[in-house]
């Protein structure tokens, strides 16, 4: 680990400065409450104002009496913190990550260090998004403006008896402000920032008679992209985007409340680029010290000494690149030089559409309280991309509707009835949900016009790295053909077989412009679960809470293929009888991957799969908590969460490109199973009228824990468990059929265990600081096989067993600091905000290779201000990033840019900066 410089140590002086204390228990300042919590607000034995309401257990009660973990974060402090779409939450929030990739849609949560890598959509989400109560699909799918919000609740732990989708690692609930029924208001604010951003926002309020209010909000956004994209002369990673959303409230009785929502949203951007990952900033991206570069191993060995970076020329695979036309700035600049080298021509742009509707129904009937959340869900993206991030021409996606595309069509209806018993002893909770959900993805990935002259340079390199000849058909000149007929006495390097590599190399040469013409996969999901969940109250401070949930889940699925790559059938039945030759397999078979890498083959054109999975599970929770004092709880529990299986949305599941016969597919190739967690957890929260803190300790065991990594080639999707015996290190080593395991004596393969402190400390009025800490050992087991039937690990993953899981810190601190100082008697008011997270080193890749390390870093943003200004205006400067820390989302194996495999990192926001002016009335 590098040691921190000047301006990380700057930035823990802040970090330790702001007092911090964390948001979840949200600060004096930051909450309102509503009319109807004015019970819970006068019940409570704290200051109003530390006063949270929740519903984190499906009814309204006070954040300090909840006996789960979970993070409450108030709308003053997500305006202070200027969170506008959920992946801001990481600043406030110790416990949960929310990255992107390469594209948008692809957003990723984690909590506790467990999530769904995003790029596959067959995949759900670990953590669940809930907006207003309706289920998103994909967590990516709320990555958009949020407009403004009354509160976002942080669920940590599996989820499911409490209503809405089941999900295994948490979920977030984000509550938009409601209209309110008190008076005709409005408000607007309007932001300049660097890299010319643009951001416009305004709602009004207003009632419509006694019993109905209506609200509308809308925000523009408009910035710059982050990156240069040097060779088209345009920005990448830019903003431009909008959201309108409509509210109507009707409240006829003080026992019936009605809530329409309607909002829709649109995405014009370009996204997302990725740079070479250098030593500079990761030291292990460094070729291997033990095996020769060309070598399918290497990237698997820990580089123990000074070798040549990645991107050298050392690297066989770098001058085939430079010879076809790379900038070698790309390869030689610094991993957060934000200028790129993208193919001439090759694009980013894409778009995304997301829009629905909803109806909440609260109706008390006196001793019964109904709840019922109607909602339909309508989204849709698309993304071009020079998928392999490099100015040669080697893989793309055209913009446009077929360009990586996914589209959601979701219905979802819940219904809830909660009441009390036995003279308030038992508080009863049941319900239903069912979930219709529609996804279809469409891809138009292809090989780039230049994949011709590139493949076959991965061979040769194989073979003998002097014989490239990246301008040569099949890169072998005529020279390098003749040393190669010539060897071995006039028999030629491969034997009789020599004429045929040749040819294979020649054909291989003939890629260019080929591939996917339209692959469409379709998956209707029904989900349809009765949840449960009772608190008993065994004596006046002794609670039992019990919940239980049964789901079924069944998902439908069918493909349909186009291509037009007619190389691949050519090598395959022109090499295809060297695969029985064991000296000349691997040559054979290197040639036929590359030629139909990811099942791109045109004997897929035309071609129709279907199949169907039906899943049923019960999950629940007991939950023991003791109200020692009107101040202090403490609580244990135990819970069971599920995560519907699914199908693996791409063709290169199916089989491995050397395997393949178009007669024999089987469907179920594609399939996942579903994934399971036993959770244990002790806590306990105080709270006081100036100072609250919140610990809870946690244990959570996954079985056929869902993963997702790219391996430079195509995307593995496969279940994670463990051995109960010692495999040998036969989970370690290269092949795929060493390492099964007895399925009688499998165990779970991801096991996430540590502790989380938050407080808040308000010592007057105006002064609130907040402090965060979690400490996290996310982790995989040892002896780690595929399935629970004992299927042995994917050899790609071999560096997994025993190590901490990808985007999983071991410790985060989240800290904010607000003073509001009234300034003179005009109600004027001073602003000082500053908050800041600290990630201590985690590795970004899935898979875990050397090379794709975080070293820990600080982020701090500030805000300064005068608000309230004659009573209706504030101005504000702020920064996010304030000490502009480097550091990366995501590092992933360049696409075919191998061997020995290079890394292009994903970067995080840089420093911004702005002034806003705000006015209501």
């Known amino acids: 680990m590098k040691r921190f410089n000047l301006r990380h140590q700057c930035a823990l002086g802040a970090l330790a400065g702001a007092m911090a204390f964390a948001p979840s228990a949200a600060s004096a300042q930051d909450t309102a409450t509503t009319e109807q919590d004015t019970d819970l607000v006068a019940a409570a034995d704290v200051d109003d104002g530390n006063v949270i309401i929740v519903r984190a257990q499906g009814r309204d009660q006070t954040l300090s009496d909840v006996p789960v973990a979970v993070s409450a974060v108030t709308a003053e402090t997500l305006q202070k913190s200027g969170v506008a779409d959920i992946r801001d939450m990481n600043q406030v929030a110790p416990s949960l990550l929310i990255s992107s990739t390469g594209n948008e849609s692809n957003g990723s949560a984690r909590i506790r260090g467990i999530g769904t890598v995003g790029d596959n959509p067959g995949l759900e989400s670990s953590v669940a998004v809930f907006i207003d109560g309706v289920y998103r699909s994909r967590s990516g799918n709320a990555l958009s403006e949020l407009g403004p919000l009354d509160r976002v609740e942080i669920l940590r732990g599996p989820q499911g008896t409490l209503g809405g989708r089941n999900s295994s690692a948490g979920l977030i609930n984000i509550y938009t402000a409601p209209p309110e029924m008190d008076g005709f208001s409005g408000y607007g604010a309007f932001t300049y920032g660097n890299y010319d951003a643009i951001r416009v926002e305004g709602g009004i309020n207003a009632p419509l008679g006694e ?68 030593p500079s900033f990761a030291p292990l991206a460094r070729l291997s010290d ?116 996914r589209e959601f069509k979701t219905f979802t209806q819940e219904l809830r009835f909660n009441g009390s018993l036995l003279d308030d002893r038992i508080d009863w909770l049941v319900g239903g949900f069912y979930a219709n959900e529609k996804l279809e993805t469409r891809d138009n990935l292809r090989f780039g016009t230049q994949y011709g002259a590139f493949a076959p340079c991965r061979v040769v390199n194989a073979v003998n790295p002097a014989l490239a000849s990246p301008l040569s058909t099949g890169c072998l000149s005529a020279g390098g053909r003749a040393a190669l007929l010539a060897a071995n006495g006039g028999a030629g390097a491969f034997g009789a077989a020599t004429p045929l590599i040749f040819a294979g190399l020649d054909n291989l040469a003939q890629i260019n412009d080929l591939g996917g013409t339209g692959d469409v996969y379709n998956q209707k999901s029904e989900n349809f ?32 293929f186009g291509n037009d790559n007619v190389i691949c059938p050519q090598n395959r039945a022109l090499l295809g009888s060297l695969l029985g030759v064991p000296s000349l397999a691997g040559l054979a078979g290197g040639i036929i991957s590359l030629s139909c890498q990811g099942n791109s083959t045109s004997e897929l054109d035309g071609v129709s799969l279907a199949d169907t999975r039906d899943e049923d599970q019960f999950t629940g929770t007991a939950i023991l908590s003791y109200k020692a004092t009107p101040d202090l709880l403490f609580y244990g529990s135990y819970s069971r969460g599920y995560k519907a299986g699914g199908f693996n949305l791409d063709r290169s599941a199916l089989t491995t490109p050397v395997a393949f016969n178009v007669n024999t597919l089987d469907p179920t190739n594609l399939q996942f199973e579903e994934e399971t967690v036993d959770a244990f957890e002790i806590g306990a929260k105080y709270q006081t009228r100036q100072f609250g803190v919140s610990v809870a300790a946690f244990r959570q065991e996954f079985t056929n824990f869902q993963l997702n990594t790219f391996n430079g080639s195509v995307f593995l999707v496969q279940n994670i468990n463990a051995c109960k015996d010692d495999l040998g290190g036969a989970d370690r080593d290269n092949s795929a059929a060493t390492g099964a395991c007895a399925s009688d004596r499998t165990k779970p393969g991801v096991v996430a265990k540590g502790v989380e402190i938050e407080a808040n400390l308000s010592p007057v009025r105006d002064l609130t600081a907040t402090l965060g800490l979690t ?61 800041a997270r600290m990630t201590s080193d985690y590795n970004t890749g899935s898979d875990l290779l050397y090379g794709k390390e975080q070293d820990g870093f600080v982020v701090v943003n500030g805000r300064i201000g005068v608000t309230n200004i004659g009573g209706s205006f504030s101005v504000e400067g702020w920064v996010q990033n304030l000490f502009d820390t480097d550091y990366t989302q995501v590092a992933f194996n360049t696409p075919f840019v191998a061997e020995q495999q290079t890394y292009s990192a994903f970067l995080a926001e840089p420093r911004t900066y702005g002034v806003t002016v705000r006015a209501e009335f």
């Open 211 to 278: 019993t109905v209010a209506a609200r509308v909000d809308g925000v523009y956004f408009q910035r710059d992209g982050f990156y240069n994209d040097v060779v088209n002369d345009t920005r990448v990673n830019d903003r431009d985007r909008y959201l309108i959303r409509g509210q109507l409230l009707f409240e006829p009785t003080s026992d019936l409340s009605i809530r329409l929502v309607g909002d829709y949203s649109k995405k014009d951007e370009a996204c997302c680029a990725a740079t070479f990952v250098q």
């Open 290 to 405: 033990d095996l020769p570069p060309t070598s399918a191993d290497a990237k698997f060995d820990y580089p123990g000494s000074l070798t040549p970076a990645l991107t050298s020329t050392a690297n066989p695979i770098i001058p085939v690149l430079l010879a076809l036309g790379q900038d070698p700035r790309a390869l030689n600049q610094s991993t957060f030089n934000r200028d790129i080298y993208v193919t001439p021509g090759r694009s980013y742009q894409g778009e995304t559409e997301d829009y629905g509707i909803s109806g909440e129904v609260n109706w008390d009937f006196g001793n019964v309280t109904m709840t019922s959340i109607t909602g339909y869900r309508d989204y849709s993206n698309f993304q071009g991309s020079d998928t392999d991030y490099t100015q040669v021409d080697i893989l793309y996606r055209a913009p446009g509707p077929n360009a990586g595309a």
């Open 529 to 560: 679960a009765l949840f449960t969940h009772n608190i008993v109250h065994i004596t006046d401070k002794l609670d039992l809470t019990l919940g239980l949930r049964y789901t079924n889940e069944t998902k439908d699925f069918n493909a349909s």
């Open 775 to 835: 400490y996290a050992d996310t982790s995989f087991a040892n002896n780690l096989i595929g399935n629970e039937d004992g299927t042995p690990l994917d050899p790609a993953l071999r560096l997994l067993p025993g190590d901490n899981m990808s985007n999983a810190p071991e410790i985060v601190a989240t800290s904010s600091l607000s003073w509001t100082p009234p300034i003179g008697d005009s109600g004027m008011r001073g602003l000082f905000f500053v908050n």
